[in-house]
T-cell receptor, first 115, second 112 residues
Framework: GQQLNQSPQSMFIQEGEDVSMNCTSS?????WLWYKQDPGEGPVLLIALYKAGELTSNGRLTAQFGITRKDSFLNISASIPSDVGIYFCAGPASLGSGNTGKLIFGQGTTLQVKP | ETGVTQSPTHLIKTRGQQVTLRCSSQ?????VSWYQQALGQGPQFIFQ???????GRGNFPPRFSGLQFPNYSSELNVNALELDDSALYLC???????????FGSGTRLTVV
């Protein structure tokens, strides 16, 4: 079945540093979503990408939809302590029996920021 | 507009018991999805309800069932609980089946 692989699995960085994480798949996704999950909370949508090659920013966050439609990356510039959390990539499952509304999530990248 | 609220926040059950988790969607959101998130993993799709009918289902056994009500609330029921059912259960709602989802904070279920 469709899978999303995220790397790195975890990152420990100094406040102020830039961060880059990515998400790859062996199958094509037509939409890429990036979520952040804080401890004890549900995922919150950060950026949505709908077109191959699209580069979208949300404040200090920038994400790109890969040209092959099989990958995406998320960059965070000038990290701050509140960036701590788990970042997930996700995409809608391909159309098929039972897949309506199904989002496939990667396993997450855990980010820790040292003040 | 209010967000997605889930209850209870934490729950401990014994293996073999049944549990009902509740979700109150945002007003106007006629689609609700339920996800299971095991520790250290990404959320896994359980099923989706649209206009009170099941609209899609992931690889979960029939003992996982749901209901959606006209007032935008919904339930996830799990029968014959197993230890592996211990997880964070997330509810997500949207205005339509292809729209962006808003997640609740989840219910942490522990089966002992």
């Amino acid at each position: 079945g469709q899978q999303l692989n995220q790397s790195p699995q975890s990152m420990f960085i100094q406040e102020g540093e830039d961060v880059s994480m990515n998400c790859t798949s062996s199958s094509i996704f037509n939409t890429w979503l990036w979520y952040k999950q804080d401890p004890g909370e549900g995922p919150v949508l950060l950026i949505a990408l709908y077109k191959a090659g699209e580069l979208t920013s949300n404040g200090r966050l920038t994400a790109q939809f890969g040209i092959t439609r099989k990958d995406s990356f998320l960059n965070i510039s000038a990290s701050i302590p509140s960036d701590v959390g788990i970042y997930f990539c996700a995409g809608p499952a391909s159309l098929g029996s039972g897949n309506t509304g199904k989002l496939i999530f990667g396993q997450g990248t855990t980010l820790q920021v040292k003040p | 507009e209010t967000g997605v609220t889930q209850s209870p926040t934490h729950l401990i059950k014994t293996r073999g018991q049944q549990v009902t988790l509740r979700c109150s969607s945002q007003s106007g959101h006629n689609t609700v999805s339920w996800y299971q998130q095991a520790l250290g993993q990404g959320p896994q799709f359980i099923f989706q309800y649209y206009r009170e009918e099941e609209n899609g289902r992931g690889n979960f056994p029939p003992r996982f069932s749901g209901l959606q009500f006209p007032n935008y609330s919904s339930e996830l029921n799990v029968n014959a609980l197993e230890l592996d059912d211990s997880a964070l259960y997330l509810c997500a709602s949207s205005r339509g089946t292809g729209e962006g989802y808003t997640f609740g904070s989840g219910t942490r279920l522990t089966v002992v």
